[in-house]
């Protein structure tokens, strides 16, 4: 009876320091995740940035281009 007390108690405590090992690992995967997703939100804000940009440069080089074009030509696109 008391072998079987003292195997259960074994158990438990091993029981315990197994779960205490996958909270750890727990933490380290929440922590490893929030960096991700931070990273993520890094990268969507450069790539909304570089859209925008990427946006304006092609309408600065449509109004060039329509610019550089003879007048008539510009009044009919104009009119279109």
Do not use: W, Y
Request: overall charge negative.
């Amino acid at each position: 009876m008391m072998d079987q007390i003292r195997a259960q108690g074994e158990a438990e405590d091993e029981l315990c320091h197994q779960l205490s090992g996958v909270r750890e690992k727990l933490s380290e995967a929440q922590a490893e995740n929030r960096q991700m997703k931070a990273e993520v939100l890094r990268l969507e804000a450069i790539s909304a940035t570089s859209l925008s940009e990427s946006d304006t440069t092609v309408a600065r080089s449509q109004a060039v281009l329509f610019q550089s074009r003879p007048a008539a030509e510009r009044q009919k696109k104009a009119t279109r």
